[in-house]
């Protein structure tokens, strides 16, 4: 059984099952090096209003920075009978310099502690995912830039609706995961960590004993944190019990993977037979333990299938949340593994994405097939007769019937005469049919949007 920071008000030892059941280690290992940066913050302070010596404070410093090293070298293993990643990190302190060690907890909580360290690994992971992103946008980029010239079929209700450009396919993808960029970036301007809330109700060191430890450390530190902003607690009350920051990542990282799942639903479902607009890279593909033929979409699948899990997660810290009462409380350790988990997934699922995409290839015969199916023309047909002053409602009916016409009568529009084409409408012509039923007039004759992807913007 680890050290315990706690225990003298107990007569008797912890239950060695509520030991091992309320340990948090397992997975809050993963908040070490913020943990580290919380002490060494803390360490200062300390020294700012005199409860610690200048050697004291270069001694527990130094001993801080030896065990970040480790962390960031990979060299760093947690004692799986430490109670929390508080607890190991101040028993190594204790290990490496001994009863000086005891001082490095005074006029703090872990409560403030585990904030801190959510909220710098929030800020830090968003970064990196953004940087995920970027690299996602510009491969769909290139995908759709690769295939500029291509006119494929666009759908409503999975039913065949009107042509569209490829580009303005893999651009409404683009346009969904650079807003995702944009509310991820908005989410770290504005996120602040705090630090000096004690338990709840802060501490006897001054703010301007923290502002100038906060300085420092930034000073000392800013080429390894980039833009971090951690600063002097505002509520302390506050501070200890929200995890509404959680609840937003959480959010925004299930809108993320929303957006994943359909991209992945509609790549399963070009790549099919039935449609068979797509030829999937086949080092994201597996077989079938029996049928010989499968080319299974695994990757796909489970990126719609983790949507699942990351949606719950979310639920999961809601539902832990909704009927706490201030301020912390023990359930708020377990908002952990569910953000752990969909920071992970997401990921994970961005750069496998990326190189997916790169390895997809259209297939024309296919899709050239289905452009001919003189229904996708329908609309453009309506619209032209409307410009031939005849009122939309009528040209919908007019064209419907001719629609219907060529279905029963198992006749292509094409082909028929412009003497039967005028028992429809007298504005109807063999020669102007063929000039509008075809993908190039039908996307260019769109005047209201733009025919380009959105610039990436680069952070």
């Not at 107990?10 to 943990?35: H, V």
Request: proline content about 3%.
């Amino acid at each position: 059984m680890g050290k315990k920071l706690w225990g003298g008000r107990f007569k008797r030892k912890i239950n060695k099952d509520f030991d091992r059941f309320q340990r948090s280690i397992q997975y809050d290992c993963k908040l070490a090096e913020y943990d580290i940066y919380h002490s060494i913050i803390h360490v200062a302070a300390l020294r700012e209003v005199g409860l610690l010596s200048a050697p004291e404070a270069r001694k527990l410093t130094s001993t801080l920075n030896d065990i970040f090293d480790e962390v960031k070298e990979g060299r760093f293993k947690p004692n799986p009978n430490s109670e929390d990643i508080h607890t190991d990190i101040q028993n190594r302190v204790a290990k490496k310099v001994g009863k000086l060690a005891l001082k490095l907890q005074a006029l703090r909580s872990r409560n403030d502690q585990v904030v801190f360290d959510e909220k710098w690994y929030c800020y830090k992971e968003g970064i990196y995912i953004l940087s995920l992103l970027n690299v996602l946008l510009s491969s769909l980029n290139h995908f759709g830039n690769r295939y500029r010239t291509f006119y494929v079929p666009g759908y409503t209700h999975t039913q065949r609706a009107q042509v569209i450009s490829f580009l303005n396919y893999t651009g409404a993808f683009f346009c969904m995961f650079e807003r995702d960029f944009e509310r991820i970036d908005s989410f770290l301007k504005k996120s602040t960590i705090y630090i000096g809330s004690g338990a709840l109700a802060g501490t006897a060191i001054s703010k301007s004993a923290y502002s100038e430890a906060i300085r420092a450390f930034l000073e000392k530190t800013k080429s390894r944190l980039r833009q971090s902003k951690p600063d002097t607690v505002v509520n302390s009350l506050d501070n200890v019990s929200s995890r509404d920051f959680v609840v937003e990542f959480l959010s925004l990282l299930s809108i993320l993977q929303m957006h994943l799942s359909r991209m992945a639903e509609d790549f399963i479902l070009y790549s099919t037979k039935e449609f068979g607009f797509f030829g999937l890279p086949e080092e994201f593909c597996t077989g079938s333990s029996l049928m010989p033929h499968k080319k299974n979409p695994d990757f796909l699948e489970l990126v719609r299938g983790y949507t699942g899990v990351v949606y719950g997660n979310l639920i999961s810290v809601l539902t832990t949340m909704k009927g706490l009462p201030l301020t912390y409380n023990r359930d708020m350790q377990l908002d952990k593994e569910p953000l752990f988990s969909s920071t992970k997934i997401i990921k994970d699922e961005l750069k496998i994405m990326t190189e997916f995409i790169s390895g997809i290839k259209l297939n024309s015969e296919a899709i050239h097939k289905v452009l001919e199916d003189e229904s996708l023309y329908a609309t453009e047909l309506a619209e032209f007769l409307v410009f031939k002053g005849v009122p939309f409602s009528e040209a919908h009916t007019i064209v419907g019937r001719l629609i219907r016409y060529s279905e029963d009568k198992k006749i292509t529009i094409e082909k028929m005469s412009d003497k039967l084409l005028k028992t429809f409408h007298k504005k109807l012509s063999k020669t102007d049919l063929k000039k509008i039923m075809n993908p190039k007039h039908a996307v260019l004759s769109k005047k209201s949007t733009s025919r380009k992807l959105p610039k990436i913007k680069i952070k």
